[in-house]
């Protein structure tokens, strides 16, 4: 998958871009559809939970 192919989540606008657009830092990403790119923070918001549920045992 080629940049202008992937998508992003953009951190400092909060929606969703395809292709060339902010800067990596500003955005998380690539995904391969768009709803990936849209749900990022619900899906890092999970991931973290996990994280922290375990290092809790």
């Given at each position: 998958?080629?940049?202008?192919?992937a998508?992003?989540?953009?951190?400092?606008?909060?929606?969703?871009?395809?292709?060339?657009?902010?800067?990596?830092?500003?955005?998380?990403?690539?995904?391969?559809?768009?709803?990936?790119?849209?749900?990022?923070?619900q899906?890092?918001?999970?991931?973290?939970?996990?994280?922290?549920?375990?290092?809790?045992?």
């Amino acid at each position: 998958m080629s940049d202008d192919d992937a998508w992003y989540f953009c951190l400092k606008h909060m929606r969703v871009e395809h292709g060339a657009g902010c800067p990596d830092r500003d955005r998380m990403g690539p995904y391969q559809t768009e709803n990936e790119a849209a749900n990022a923070l619900q899906h890092a918001r999970e991931r973290n939970e996990q994280w922290e549920a375990k290092n809790d045992d």
